[in-house]
């Protein structure tokens, strides 16, 4: 496991913070230049299985089969240094948590649309073994990435369906229906639970898996044992190349799907591809971690029905899973909920943003349709043949 403070950082989030506005894009975004038509794929990303879709498009060679040239992805060290990067021009394809594309979208009026979704799932509650339910955890603290994560979305959601109030103390006592929620880096959350100085933690994976073999905790719920198929990560892309370059762009994104399709075929080589002991070395996590998310087994699925980590068994959610259409009702959806849940900083842009708009302003569907009529449809994803769903939220 790192142990540097890599994600997620407070420094991380301030400096975000100032990005995300209209007067801290500006000067990124004028110094952005034309974009030659042969300009190489350039992704950014953070090390964790939210990027694989790229990763895997990179390092199987599907951007080559497209015609195109691909560097090497570039790793960063926080979710600010990815939007600066985007922003300058200096990385062009990234991948970012949904809720912090409608910040920059709407908060900075970033010129960049979500084009894809980089997968599904992918997360989950975290805690200390004596937490056994969502209400054990009043009058304890609990750690999230980011304000504006999925994560923190579908943990107050939890904890208002059990009657817990977020609340963000520096010190003072928290009352027992009262659950406090502290900014963590993912690679800190594993020893803070060890050392019993949080009570759990909500967290994109590998980290939670990384709780279970490291034996510090287990999985209380998966997110995606809370709503169905929830997006995480999105992939996002400036619309001058998507208006300018649709040729280049319409290639990138039929890499991410094939891309897709192929990860959900080969498991276990996807695991052994983003690990540690991969020649790239994309992620800093070992084989035995990423295959415990991207390939449990039936015994464990059948444990976590048991232990109440799996409430909807019947939803045969994988802990994480791909499938790269952007349904509309997800992000419609995910501005109410933003709406209702607590994120510091200057959230007017948030309260003043109509979700159904967003839901038809955010996303460009445009590329991804043609990429998955190429691949055989929706249903080579196992989904059935519709650009239209129902959202499934029950805490």
Same mark, same amino acid.
């Given at each position: 496991?790192?142990?540097?403070?890599? &994600?997620?950082?407070?420094? %991380? /989030?301030?400096?975000?913070?100032? =990005?995300?506005?209209?007067?801290? @894009?500006? *000067? +990124?975004?004028?110094?952005?230049?034309?974009?030659?038509?042969?300009?190489?794929?350039?992704?950014?990303?953070?090390?964790?299985?939210?990027?694989?879709?790229?990763?895997?498009?990179?390092?199987?060679?599907?951007?080559?089969?497209?015609?195109?040239?691909?560097?090497?992805?570039?790793?960063?060290?926080?979710?600010?240094?990815?939007?600066?990067?985007?922003?300058?021009?200096?990385?062009?394809?990234?991948?970012?948590?949904?809720?912090?594309?409608?910040?920059?979208?709407?908060?900075?009026?970033?010129?960049?649309?979500?084009?894809?979704?980089?997968?599904?799932?992918?997360?989950? &509650?975290?805690?200390?073994? %004596? /937490?056994?339910?969502?209400?054990? =955890?009043?009058?304890?603290?609990? @750690?999230? *990435? +980011?304000?504006?994560?999925?994560?923190?979305?579908?943990?107050?959601?939890?904890?208002?369906?059990?009657?817990?109030?977020?609340?963000?103390?520096?010190?003072?006592?928290?009352?027992?229906?009262?659950?406090?929620?502290?900014?963590?880096?993912?690679?800190?959350?594993?020893?803070?639970?060890?050392?019993?100085?949080?009570?759990?933690?909500?967290?994109?994976?590998?980290?939670?898996?990384?709780?279970?073999?490291?034996?510090?905790?287990?999985?209380?719920?998966?997110?995606?044992?809370?709503?169905?198929?929830?997006?995480?990560?999105?992939?996002?892309?400036?619309?001058?190349?998507?208006?300018?370059?649709?040729?280049?762009?319409?290639?990138?994104?039929?890499?991410?799907?094939?891309?897709?399709?192929?990860?959900?075929?080969?498991?276990?080589?996807?695991?052994?591809?983003?690990?540690?002991?991969?020649?790239?070395?994309?992620?800093?996590?070992?084989?035995?971690?990423?295959?415990?998310?991207?390939?449990?087994?039936?015994?464990?699925?059948?444990?976590?029905?048991?232990?109440?980590?799996?409430?909807?068994?019947?939803?045969?959610?994988?802990?994480?899973?791909?499938?790269?259409?952007?349904?509309?009702?997800?992000?419609?959806?995910?501005?109410?909920?933003?709406?209702?849940?607590?994120?510091?900083?200057?959230?007017?842009?948030?309260?003043?943003?109509?979700?159904?708009?967003?839901?038809?302003?955010?996303?460009?569907?445009?590329?991804?349709?043609?990429?998955?009529?190429?691949?055989?449809?929706?249903?080579?994803?196992?989904?059935?043949?519709?650009?239209?769903?129902?959202?499934?939220?029950?805490?």
């Amino acid at each position: 496991m790192p142990t540097d403070d890599f &994600l997620f950082s407070r420094r %991380d /989030i301030v400096k975000l913070s100032a =990005l995300l506005t209209a007067s801290g @894009a500006m *000067p +990124f975004l004028s110094s952005r230049k034309a974009r030659a038509a042969d300009e190489p794929v350039k992704i950014g990303y953070l090390p964790i299985t939210d990027a694989t879709p790229l990763l895997v498009a990179h390092g199987k060679g599907f951007f080559e089969a497209e015609g195109l040239q691909a560097e090497k992805p570039i790793l960063f060290r926080g979710w600010s240094q990815i939007v600066e990067a985007f922003l300058a021009g200096q990385v062009n394809v990234v991948h970012l948590l949904s809720p912090i594309t409608v910040w920059a979208r709407y908060g900075s009026q970033t010129p960049a649309k979500a084009v894809a979704w980089n997968h599904t799932s992918g997360s989950g &509650l975290s805690v200390a073994y %004596d /937490i056994n339910s969502v209400a054990d =955890l009043g009058g304890k603290t609990v @750690a999230i *990435p +980011f304000w504006y994560s999925i994560h923190n979305v579908v943990l107050q959601k939890l904890l208002r369906e059990n009657g817990l109030k977020s609340v963000t103390r520096s010190s003072g006592q928290i009352a027992p229906d009262e659950v406090n929620l502290l900014i963590m880096a993912p690679s800190d959350m594993v020893p803070a639970l060890a050392a019993g100085q949080i009570a759990g933690y909500i967290v994109a994976e590998p980290f939670n898996a990384a709780a279970e073999v490291n034996q510090v905790g287990k999985v209380l719920r998966f997110t995606g044992d809370v709503w169905k198929d929830h997006a995480c990560c999105v992939v996002f892309m400036n619309e001058q190349d998507l208006n300018e370059r649709p040729e280049w762009s319409q290639k990138v994104v039929n890499a991410m799907v094939k891309a897709q399709l192929w990860t959900r075929d080969n498991r276990a080589e996807t695991a052994q591809l983003l690990s540690s002991a991969n020649e790239n070395k994309y992620t800093p996590h070992s084989p035995e971690i990423l295959s415990r998310v991207l390939t449990p087994t039936d015994e464990d699925l059948a444990e976590y029905v048991k232990t109440g980590a799996i409430k909807h068994p019947e939803w045969r959610d994988r802990r994480i899973d791909f499938q790269p259409y952007p349904f509309p009702t997800y992000t419609e959806e995910l501005v109410k909920l933003l709406k209702e849940t607590h994120v510091e900083g200057d959230r007017a842009f948030l309260d003043e943003l109509d979700p159904a708009f967003a839901a038809r302003d955010l996303v460009d569907d445009r590329f991804v349709k043609k990429a998955i009529a190429e691949v055989g449809g929706l249903q080579a994803f196992g989904l059935a043949d519709s650009f239209d769903r129902q959202e499934v939220i029950e805490a």
